[in-house]
């Protein structure tokens, strides 16, 4: 588990009581009243996977996984290439060596500083502060590169990858065929959504990826319309706002994932010209979170297919036919 720079710099700034005490009439000293609510085994399931809820949920919540991308990933083929090795059928160390790791991008694998800088109207100007334990409470606020879960007698796989390595290693034709077509099919089917994630988003149950871009890189558009129902707004060519003013929403699209991965990694570089102003920009932060769920998503099909085809192989391995297992199971 590697130590974050940034509870580094909280340390310090304890030690040097330089820290904003934060003025609050809730006393929130037993928000987690059992300490062992916090135990959080690290996994790269969850490091990605808890994206989509602060995508679709919580969008107020601040987390930034665009420095990752275009620090240590760097380039969406890149990106492809790791997630392949990372879940669906490689090991955890080659995926990781597809990353840029070097010391000085450690940092980047952190997604959630515990630290805060909040403007004082007192004295004019910015204090840091510590978080507040319901603005900090994120399952995995970094990659674990250090300690993670693995699946259970695996040789340094993740659960899915280890499915996926069962199957092609299974000497069964059929089962080594369903491993390579459910990995093909949701990889094309990530291709699909990466070229065009507006207009290839599901029409019935999708819209949240247009949605999270209205409201990061158009919030006065976001604001000012009824979005309660992404779907029907993906659908919409021009909507009324509450002030009577009409937008056309249809125009606004949403940029592909290799324009926008490279749309990441220039602004990592405008950051790191311009040191005073580390912000990342909405566009680049919203365009990395609906990337990973894309392919988050998919996964989760993907792996429902392979693991049903695991099951069925290790009955027929037990003498057990398909048909009567699922009418016993029924």
Same mark, same amino acid.
């Given at each position: 588990?590697?130590?974050?720079?940034?509870?580094s710099?909280?340390?310090?700034? /304890? $030690?040097?009581?330089?820290?904003?005490?934060?003025?609050?009439?809730?006393?929130?000293?037993?928000?987690?009243d059992?300490?062992? @609510?916090?135990?959080?085994?690290?996994?790269?399931?969850?490091?990605?996977?808890?994206?989509?809820d602060?995508?679709?949920?919580?969008? !107020?919540?601040?987390?930034?996984? $665009?420095?990752?991308?275009?620090? &240590?990933?760097?380039?969406?083929?890149?990106?492809?290439?790791?997630?392949? *090795?990372?879940?669906?059928?490689?090991?955890?160390?080659?995926?990781?060596?597809?990353? +840029?790791?070097?010391?000085? !991008?450690?940092?980047?694998?952190?997604?959630?500083?515990?630290?805060?800088k909040?403007?004082?109207?007192?004295?004019? *100007?910015f +204090?840091?502060?510590?978080?507040?334990?319901?603005?900090?409470?994120?399952?995995?606020?970094?990659?674990?590169?250090?300690?993670?879960?693995?699946?259970?007698?695996?040789?340094?796989r993740?659960?899915?990858?280890?499915?996926f390595?069962?199957? *092609?290693?299974?000497?069964?034709?059929?089962?080594?065929?369903? $491993?390579?077509?459910?990995? =093909?099919w949701?990889?094309?089917?990530? $291709?699909?959504? &990466?070229e065009?994630? %507006?207009?290839?988003?599901?029409?019935?149950?999708?819209?949240?990826?247009f949605?999270?871009?209205?409201? /990061?890189?158009?919030? =006065?558009?976001? +604001?000012?319309?009824?979005?309660?129902?992404?779907?029907?707004?993906? /659908? %919409?060519?021009?909507?009324?706002?509450?002030?009577?003013?009409?937008?056309?929403?249809?125009?606004?699209?949403?940029?592909? &994932?290799?324009?926008?991965?490279?749309?990441?990694? !220039?602004?990592?570089?405008?950051? =790191?010209?311009?040191?005073?102003?580390?912000? &990342?920009?909405?566009?680049? *932060?919203?365009?990395?979170?609906?990337?990973? @769920?894309?392919?988050?998503?998919?996964?989760?099909?993907?792996?429902?297919?392979?693991?049903?085809?695991?099951?069925?192989?290790?009955q027929?391995?037990m003498?057990?036919?398909?048909? !009567?297992?699922?009418?016993?199971?029924?």
């Open positions: 588990w590697y130590y974050s720079a940034e509870e710099e909280l340390s310090r700034l /304890q $030690a040097s009581d330089a820290l904003t005490k934060s003025v609050s009439g809730d006393d929130d000293s037993n928000f987690h059992n300490d062992s @609510d916090l135990i959080t085994f690290p996994s790269f399931e969850s490091f990605f996977g808890q994206n989509t602060i995508l679709y949920y919580t969008p !107020n919540f601040k987390v930034a996984y $665009a420095p990752f991308l275009g620090k &240590c990933v760097k380039s969406l083929s890149n990106w492809n290439s790791f997630f392949t *090795e990372l879940f669906l059928g490689g090991t955890v160390d080659r995926a990781l060596s597809m990353l +840029d790791l070097a010391t000085d !991008n450690r940092p980047y694998l952190h997604i959630r500083s515990p630290i805060i909040s403007w004082n109207a007192q004295n004019g *100007e +204090d840091w502060g510590e978080r507040k334990h319901e603005e900090s409470d994120l399952t995995m606020p970094l990659l674990p590169i250090k300690s993670f879960l693995q699946a259970k007698g695996s040789s340094g993740t659960w899915s990858s280890q499915i390595s069962s199957l *092609e290693s299974s000497g069964c034709n059929d089962m080594i065929g369903i $491993a390579n077509d459910a990995r =093909e949701a990889l094309a089917d990530i $291709a699909k959504h &990466c065009n994630p %507006k207009l290839s988003d599901d029409e019935i149950g999708g819209g949240e990826w949605l999270a871009y209205l409201r /990061q890189c158009h919030r =006065e558009i976001y +604001d000012d319309i009824d979005h309660s129902d992404a779907a029907i707004l993906l /659908q %919409k060519q021009s909507v009324l706002g509450e002030t009577g003013k009409k937008y056309k929403i249809g125009d606004i699209s949403i940029p592909n &994932c290799k324009e926008g991965f490279s749309l990441i990694v !220039n602004e990592m570089s405008r950051i =790191e010209s311009k040191p005073e102003n580390p912000l &990342c920009g909405n566009e680049a *932060e919203v365009l990395a979170k609906i990337l990973i @769920d894309i392919y988050m998503s998919k996964l989760v099909d993907a792996v429902t297919v392979a693991k049903i085809a695991q099951i069925i192989s290790e027929e391995m003498g057990r036919s398909v048909e !009567n297992f699922f009418e016993h199971d029924r």
